[in-house]
């Protein structure tokens, strides 16, 4: 069952997420921000608050888009290659 079919299904710790990343690719959370155009401690802060939940969505817009974005990585193993460069 992948996070897609299933509203709320915590993203994990911190911790756990960095290390999905890292097998898709992404040599850190700071990159995968950068690449997906979000500033890096928007993610970091949107990990420690909304990660582990599943009792609610996000309710900033940043913060949604941040979730959605890691949801849509994990899910379709989006890596670096597979990521066109932000201007």
Excluded at 27 to 40: I, R
Excluded at 54 to 73: E, F, I, W
Aim: aromatic share 4%; net charge positive; glycine share 8%.
């Amino acid at each position: 069952m992948t996070t897609a079919t299933v509203k709320n299904v915590p993203l994990g710790t911190p911790l756990q997420v960095r290390a999905r990343l890292m097998t898709l690719g992404w040599p850190s959370l700071s990159a995968w921000a950068k690449a997906h155009g979000h500033k890096p401690v928007t993610v970091n802060s949107a990990m420690k608050i909304w990660g582990q939940r599943s009792d609610r969505t996000p309710h900033g817009g940043l913060s949604r888009a941040v979730v959605h974005d890691l949801r849509t990585t994990m899910d379709q193993g989006i890596t670096p290659a597979d990521v066109q460069p932000t201007a």
